[in-house]
């Protein structure tokens, strides 16, 4: 069934988009799940509350693609329940390393004066990532979106894990740039 289809059916409310979203998109929403989450419950919990998200937010929402609606809303909640189970014990996982990574990129601000500037951080970011050179781009992604390790990621690009890093390492550098010039970010 397409994309088109599937939107089609929330728009009409019908209980056959969750089991068509589910048989289409049910394995690659448990995979951004688990690349997170490690934990098998877990990740299958959060696509469940994925099928629910999506059920509540078409409409009004009416995403351009849903494969992607669906790997944001896997992705938030999976960091929201990775959060939720963090003991005071950090490390050991990607998250734990994408988080420390990024951050000197982004200050940690609980604060941050709402929605708005939220979201023009994200689209500053998004305009960043599409100005990059593919490869550097996917392996960003692949990186803090997706959370994958500079392993599997250098095996995916046919790269060394040296390289990896060094691209992230760039990366970030130029991202904390962008962004301080931009004024998201005081020096």
Partial sequence: MTDERIIDLYC???????????????????????????????????????????????????????????????????FNLYQKKRTAKRGGGEIAAVLDELGE??????????????RELGRSINRFVHGLPERDGNVFIRRYFFTESPGVIARRYELTENHVSVILNRTRRALKAHLEKEGYVCE
């Fill in 12 to 78: 009409r409310r019908q209980e056959a988009a969750i089991r068509e979203t589910a048989a289409q998109y049910g394995n690659y929403c448990f995979r951004v799940a688990d690349a997170i989450l490690k934990n098998r419950e877990d990740s299958e919990e959060c696509v469940n509350d994925t099928w629910l998200c999506a059920w509540n937010s078409i409409p009004p929402a009416v995403p351009r693609s849903l494969r992607m609606f669906l790997a944001k809303i896997t992705r938030n909640l999976s």
């Fill in 105 to 118: 990129c982004v200050a940690d601000r609980a604060d941050v004066e709402g929605e708005f500037q939220a």
